[in-house]
Protein backbone atom coordinates (compact mmCIF):
# COMPACT_ATOMS: atom_id res chain seq x y z
CA UNK A 1 0.00 0.00 0.00
CA UNK A 2 0.98 3.43 -0.70
CA UNK A 3 2.03 5.87 1.84
CA UNK A 4 -0.42 8.27 3.24
CA UNK A 5 -0.12 11.57 1.84
CA UNK A 6 1.41 14.09 4.09
CA UNK A 7 3.05 17.42 3.43
CA UNK A 8 4.01 20.20 5.52
CA UNK A 9 1.35 22.35 5.02
CA UNK A 10 -0.93 20.14 7.31
CA UNK A 11 0.80 20.62 10.30
CA UNK A 12 -2.06 23.79 11.42
CA UNK A 13 -5.25 22.44 9.91
CA UNK A 14 -7.06 25.97 10.62
CA UNK A 15 -3.99 28.37 8.96
CA UNK A 16 -5.57 29.77 6.05
CA UNK A 17 -3.66 28.05 3.37
CA UNK A 18 -3.43 28.68 -0.56
CA UNK A 19 -5.53 26.21 -2.84
CA UNK A 20 -3.11 23.43 -4.18
CA UNK A 21 -2.84 21.31 -7.03
CA UNK A 22 -3.02 17.70 -6.48
CA UNK A 23 -2.85 16.50 -10.15
CA UNK A 24 -2.35 17.13 -13.83
CA UNK A 25 -6.69 17.08 -13.93
CA UNK A 26 -7.00 17.90 -9.26
CA UNK A 27 -6.84 20.87 -7.31
CA UNK A 28 -8.25 21.37 -4.08
CA UNK A 29 -9.07 24.74 -2.22
CA UNK A 30 -10.03 25.15 1.22
CA UNK A 31 -7.86 22.52 4.35
CA UNK A 32 -7.63 19.89 6.06
CA UNK A 33 -11.05 21.41 8.14
CA UNK A 34 -13.32 22.21 5.07
CA UNK A 35 -12.26 21.15 1.38
CA UNK A 36 -13.30 21.42 -2.36
CA UNK A 37 -12.02 20.39 -5.18
CA UNK A 38 -11.53 21.12 -8.69
CA UNK A 39 -11.63 19.00 -11.62
CA UNK A 40 -9.64 20.39 -14.90
CA UNK A 41 -10.28 18.99 -18.49
CA UNK A 42 -9.77 20.09 -21.69
CA UNK A 43 -13.47 20.54 -21.84
CA UNK A 44 -13.70 22.69 -18.92
CA UNK A 45 -14.24 22.48 -14.86
CA UNK A 46 -16.40 20.44 -12.61
CA UNK A 47 -16.44 21.51 -9.54
CA UNK A 48 -16.75 19.01 -6.36
CA UNK A 49 -18.21 20.08 -3.41
CA UNK A 50 -18.46 23.50 -2.81
CA UNK A 51 -17.05 24.11 1.14
CA UNK A 52 -18.36 27.24 2.86
CA UNK A 53 -19.55 30.65 1.36
CA UNK A 54 -16.16 32.14 1.94
CA UNK A 55 -14.63 29.48 -0.36
CA UNK A 56 -15.40 31.88 -3.39
CA UNK A 57 -12.36 34.09 -3.37
CA UNK A 58 -10.43 30.68 -3.12
CA UNK A 59 -12.56 29.40 -5.91
CA UNK A 60 -11.56 31.96 -8.33
CA UNK A 61 -7.96 32.17 -7.03
CA UNK A 62 -7.57 28.84 -8.28
CA UNK A 63 -9.60 28.98 -11.30
CA UNK A 64 -6.68 31.97 -12.55
CA UNK A 65 -4.10 29.97 -11.15
CA UNK A 66 -5.00 27.26 -13.99
CA UNK A 67 -5.24 29.85 -16.38
CA UNK A 68 -9.38 29.43 -16.09
CA UNK A 69 -12.65 31.74 -15.11
CA UNK A 70 -15.87 30.60 -13.63
CA UNK A 71 -16.72 30.84 -17.29
CA UNK A 72 -15.25 27.42 -17.28
CA UNK A 73 -16.98 25.83 -14.80
CA UNK A 74 -19.56 23.51 -16.11
CA UNK A 75 -21.14 21.99 -13.35
CA UNK A 76 -20.85 21.02 -9.15
CA UNK A 77 -21.36 17.75 -7.86
CA UNK A 78 -22.16 17.69 -4.10
CA UNK A 79 -21.41 14.56 -2.38
CA UNK A 80 -24.47 15.05 -0.16
CA UNK A 81 -26.40 17.57 1.13
CA UNK A 82 -24.99 19.17 4.45
CA UNK A 83 -24.26 23.20 4.38
CA UNK A 84 -20.79 22.47 4.98
CA UNK A 85 -20.61 21.49 1.33
CA UNK A 86 -23.03 23.79 -0.25
CA UNK A 87 -21.10 27.07 0.09
CA UNK A 88 -20.85 28.95 -3.02
CA UNK A 89 -23.12 26.19 -5.06
CA UNK A 90 -25.93 28.78 -5.80
CA UNK A 91 -24.00 31.14 -6.25
CA UNK A 92 -22.82 29.59 -8.97
CA UNK A 93 -25.91 28.64 -10.31
CA UNK A 94 -27.62 31.65 -9.80
CA UNK A 95 -24.96 34.19 -11.15
CA UNK A 96 -23.31 32.28 -14.25
CA UNK A 97 -25.63 29.10 -14.61
CA UNK A 98 -23.45 26.48 -13.55
CA UNK A 99 -26.20 23.39 -12.82
CA UNK A 100 -25.71 21.60 -9.52
CA UNK A 101 -26.18 18.09 -9.17
CA UNK A 102 -27.07 16.09 -5.83
CA UNK A 103 -28.58 12.66 -5.73
CA UNK A 104 -32.45 12.27 -5.57
CA UNK A 105 -32.29 11.45 -1.91
CA UNK A 106 -30.79 14.81 -1.01
CA UNK A 107 -32.00 17.40 -3.40
CA UNK A 108 -34.04 18.40 -0.39
CA UNK A 109 -31.63 18.74 2.41
CA UNK A 110 -29.62 20.82 0.06
CA UNK A 111 -32.99 23.42 -0.58
CA UNK A 112 -33.07 23.57 3.12
CA UNK A 113 -35.18 20.82 4.26
CA UNK A 114 -35.40 19.23 7.83
CA UNK A 115 -32.36 16.85 8.85
CA UNK A 116 -32.16 14.50 11.45
CA UNK A 117 -29.99 15.75 14.36
CA UNK A 118 -27.40 12.68 15.32
CA UNK A 119 -26.28 12.84 18.42
CA UNK A 120 -22.37 14.59 18.97
CA UNK A 121 -20.87 11.90 20.34
CA UNK A 122 -17.04 12.27 21.50
CA UNK A 123 -15.68 15.59 20.86
CA UNK A 124 -13.28 18.42 22.35
CA UNK A 125 -13.41 21.73 23.32
CA UNK A 126 -10.36 22.84 20.79
CA UNK A 127 -11.07 20.91 17.81
CA UNK A 128 -14.82 21.92 18.14
CA UNK A 129 -13.90 25.97 18.55
CA UNK A 130 -11.79 25.84 15.99
CA UNK A 131 -13.86 24.19 13.31
CA UNK A 132 -16.49 26.87 14.56
CA UNK A 133 -14.04 29.34 14.13
CA UNK A 134 -12.81 28.69 10.70
CA UNK A 135 -16.78 28.25 9.57
CA UNK A 136 -17.45 31.19 10.81
CA UNK A 137 -14.43 33.07 9.14
CA UNK A 138 -15.71 31.37 6.28
CA UNK A 139 -18.95 32.60 6.28
CA UNK A 140 -20.77 28.71 7.14
CA UNK A 141 -23.56 31.17 9.14
CA UNK A 142 -24.82 32.12 6.08
CA UNK A 143 -25.79 29.55 4.03
CA UNK A 144 -27.58 29.86 0.57
CA UNK A 145 -29.34 26.52 0.27
CA UNK A 146 -30.12 25.93 -3.61
CA UNK A 147 -33.17 26.65 -5.01
CA UNK A 148 -32.95 24.41 -8.35
CA UNK A 149 -30.65 21.27 -8.21
CA UNK A 150 -30.20 18.68 -10.91
CA UNK A 151 -31.00 15.40 -9.33
CA UNK A 152 -28.62 12.62 -10.33
CA UNK A 153 -28.77 8.42 -9.11
CA UNK A 154 -26.36 5.48 -8.36
CA UNK A 155 -24.61 4.69 -11.46
CA UNK A 156 -25.30 7.64 -13.50
CA UNK A 157 -22.16 9.24 -15.21
CA UNK A 158 -22.21 13.08 -15.84
CA UNK A 159 -22.00 14.89 -19.10
CA UNK A 160 -19.91 16.91 -17.26
CA UNK A 161 -15.81 17.32 -17.42
CA UNK A 162 -13.82 14.31 -16.24
CA UNK A 163 -17.12 12.21 -16.63
CA UNK A 164 -18.00 12.13 -13.10
CA UNK A 165 -19.94 9.06 -12.14
CA UNK A 166 -22.41 8.90 -9.03
CA UNK A 167 -21.76 5.62 -6.56
CA UNK A 168 -24.27 5.97 -4.02
CA UNK A 169 -22.88 5.72 -0.49
CA UNK A 170 -25.90 6.26 1.86
CA UNK A 171 -25.53 6.44 5.68
CA UNK A 172 -23.92 9.47 6.36
CA UNK A 173 -27.46 11.08 4.60
CA UNK A 174 -29.61 8.99 2.46
CA UNK A 175 -28.29 10.80 -0.67
CA UNK A 176 -24.50 10.65 0.36
CA UNK A 177 -22.45 9.23 -2.81
CA UNK A 178 -18.72 9.15 -3.74
CA UNK A 179 -17.83 10.79 -6.97
CA UNK A 180 -15.32 8.96 -8.92
CA UNK A 181 -13.15 10.66 -11.87
CA UNK A 182 -10.81 8.35 -13.38
CA UNK A 183 -9.24 11.15 -15.47
CA UNK A 184 -8.06 12.61 -11.69
CA UNK A 185 -7.50 9.04 -10.36
CA UNK A 186 -9.56 10.03 -7.59
CA UNK A 187 -12.56 9.08 -5.83
CA UNK A 188 -14.27 12.31 -3.88
CA UNK A 189 -15.89 10.87 -0.56
CA UNK A 190 -17.79 13.45 0.92
CA UNK A 191 -18.53 13.02 4.51
CA UNK A 192 -18.74 9.29 4.00
CA UNK A 193 -16.04 8.71 5.56
CA UNK A 194 -13.00 11.33 7.11
CA UNK A 195 -9.16 11.93 7.97
CA UNK A 196 -9.80 14.89 10.42
CA UNK A 197 -12.69 14.76 12.77
CA UNK A 198 -13.99 18.04 13.11
CA UNK A 199 -15.45 17.07 16.55
CA UNK A 200 -12.49 15.51 18.09
CA UNK A 201 -8.86 16.45 15.69
CA UNK A 202 -7.86 12.82 15.45
CA UNK A 203 -6.22 12.08 11.98
CA UNK A 204 -6.53 9.00 9.55
CA UNK A 205 -9.36 6.76 7.85
CA UNK A 206 -12.10 6.78 10.04
CA UNK A 207 -16.19 7.34 10.28
CA UNK A 208 -17.15 11.08 9.92
CA UNK A 209 -19.53 13.09 12.41
CA UNK A 210 -22.81 14.03 12.37
CA UNK A 211 -23.78 10.71 10.24
CA UNK A 212 -27.70 9.62 10.10
CA UNK A 213 -27.24 5.94 10.03
CA UNK A 214 -23.44 4.40 10.74
CA UNK A 215 -23.62 0.79 10.44
CA UNK A 216 -25.26 2.24 7.21
CA UNK A 217 -22.61 3.90 6.11
CA UNK A 218 -19.60 1.75 7.27
CA UNK A 219 -21.17 -0.71 4.76
CA UNK A 220 -21.63 1.15 2.03
CA UNK A 221 -17.68 1.72 1.88
CA UNK A 222 -17.06 -1.08 0.38
CA UNK A 223 -18.54 -0.20 -2.88
CA UNK A 224 -14.73 1.84 -2.86
CA UNK A 225 -12.99 -1.39 -3.36
CA UNK A 226 -13.89 -2.05 -7.01
CA UNK A 227 -12.79 1.62 -7.89
CA UNK A 228 -9.91 2.60 -10.01
CA UNK A 229 -8.43 5.34 -8.40
CA UNK A 230 -5.30 5.88 -5.82
CA UNK A 231 -6.63 9.65 -4.44
CA UNK A 232 -9.65 9.40 -1.74
CA UNK A 233 -10.61 12.88 -1.26
CA UNK A 234 -12.95 13.79 2.07
CA UNK A 235 -14.51 16.59 2.75
CA UNK A 236 -13.08 17.21 5.79
CA UNK A 237 -9.46 16.19 6.28
CA UNK A 238 -6.19 15.40 4.37
CA UNK A 239 -6.24 13.71 1.02
CA UNK A 240 -5.48 10.14 1.22
CA UNK A 241 -3.61 7.70 -0.95
CA UNK A 242 -3.55 4.00 -0.98
CA UNK A 243 -5.39 0.55 -1.69
CA UNK A 244 -9.52 1.55 -1.77
CA UNK A 245 -9.57 -2.32 -0.92
CA UNK A 246 -8.44 -1.52 2.42
CA UNK A 247 -10.28 1.22 3.19
CA UNK A 248 -13.66 -0.36 4.49
CA UNK A 249 -11.65 -2.51 6.84
CA UNK A 250 -9.04 0.76 8.53
CA UNK A 251 -12.53 2.61 9.09
CA UNK A 252 -14.50 -0.12 10.91
CA UNK A 253 -11.02 -0.77 12.97
CA UNK A 254 -11.11 3.16 13.65
CA UNK A 255 -14.84 3.07 14.82
CA UNK A 256 -14.32 0.16 17.06
CA UNK A 257 -11.41 1.32 18.58
Not at 100 to 111: G, S, T, Y
Not at 184 to 190: L, N, T
Amino acid sequence: MMANYRSHSYHDPHRERHPMKLGPHLHRIGNDVVAAYLVDTDDGVTVIDAGLAGHWSELLTELTAMGRTVQDVRGVVLTHGDTDHLGFAERLRREHGVPVHVHAADADRARGGDKPKPSLGRWRPGAVLGFLAYAVRKGGLRTTYLTEVVEVHDGDVLPLPGAPRVVGMPGHSPGSIAVHVPVADAVFVGDALTTRDVLTGRTGLQPAPFTDDPAQALDALARLADLDATWVLPGHGAPWRGDLAAVQEQVRRAAAG
